[in-house]
């Protein structure tokens, strides 16, 4: 019997929406200490989801998510260059966000 009809949930780190992997982007933690967009699904490492919004990454960041996500302890950088990308591909060039 096979499985046709399955769709992968995942959660948002940021919001905590259990949403279809498909609507959420997947970030990468690299070089142990830097994010990366994974843009494909398959870069290797561990990953994160979130929402394709910033405010979704601002607020995992306030949260203190991607520690623990990542399971990494240290700085982590590159977050802000995720958010400058979301922000431009939704068209929202306010720095402040919405969350």
Known sequence: ?????????????????????KELIRLVLQNGCTITLDTTGKLPGRGAYVCPASSCVRQAQKR???????????????????????DKSSGNDDDRGTG
């Open 1 to 21: 019997m096979t499985r046709r009809g399955h769709i992968p949930y995942r959660m948002c780190i940021g919001c905590g929406t259990r949403k279809p992997k």
């Open 64 to 86: 203190k998510a991607f520690t623990r996500a990542f399971r990494y302890q240290g700085e982590i950088f590159g977050i802000d260059k995720i958010i400058e990308i979301l």
